[in-house]
């Protein structure tokens, strides 16, 4: 007797979660859409592996206990590992229904397949280097700024003394190359200097102290995005 097997676009068809139908609880392809609109519609791969069971890990010594392991797709591979903020437990309900990737209690909690808490551990550990990176970009070229800024407004401070005005540009210059150290030196050498007076001192204190509240406030901006 022959048995008619469902014919499916591709070997990958509703093999994996649809991202925009998670994120949005809607795919604008619909039922044209070839990956799935919920666990209900995974279906499993060209090697059987169904995405939407359960499997036991492998005891690896005598008396160890079996670990459920839920199978996740790499895109998401904290699936249901943590507990769902927005699940009301009285009310049974979430606002993201049945496409939440979120444990909606304890029982529905899952651990990680060994395999992609290693890709995943691998990828943050890559973004957070890049972050690191970005980051001192960011705080050199805020220095830069800033150093720009300090000087510009110290020309206020010295209007008649020309020599110290070409100090001044010669540090903005240097900022403006990406030497901060040199810029910074200038400024020591103007500011420490034994003839300046309680006045000037007093002024530069305050041209530092806006400057700084710029910088933090420029960082902090960056480190909420």
Do not use: W
Request: glycine share 6%.
């Amino acid at each position: 007797m022959q048995i008619n097997q469902v014919q499916y676009p591709n070997q990958k068809y509703k093999t994996q979660l649809c991202r925009h139908f998670i994120t949005n609880g809607n795919c604008a392809l619909g039922a044209r859409c070839q990956f799935a609109h919920g666990r209900q519609e995974l279906r499993g791969n060209a090697n059987g592996f169904q995405p939407n069971s359960d499997f036991v890990m492998p005891q690896h010594h005598q008396g160890a206990l079996p670990v459920k392991v839920q199978p996740i797709n790499p895109m998401i591979a904290n699936y249901k590992t943590q507990l769902c903020k927005h699940f009301n437990p009285q009310t049974g309900l979430c606002k993201n229904g049945v496409t939440c990737t979120f444990a909606h209690g304890e029982q529905e909690l899952n651990q990680i397949n060994p395999y992609f808490q290693n890709q995943y551990m691998q990828q943050q550990i890559v973004h957070q280097q890049i972050k690191q990176q970005n980051q001192a970009q960011i705080q050199a070229e805020l220095t830069q700024q800033i150093l720009i800024m300090i000087l510009t407004n110290m020309e206020h401070v010295f209007p008649d003394s020309q020599d110290i005005i070409n100090l001044l540009r010669q540090g903005q210059e240097k900022a403006k190359q990406g030497d901060n150290q040199g810029a910074s030196e200038i400024i020591k050498l103007i500011i420490h200097d034994e003839q300046r007076t309680k006045e000037e001192k007093q002024q530069y204190q305050q041209i530092y102290n806006n400057a700084q509240r710029h910088y933090d406030s420029k960082l902090k901006e960056y480190l909420n995005q």
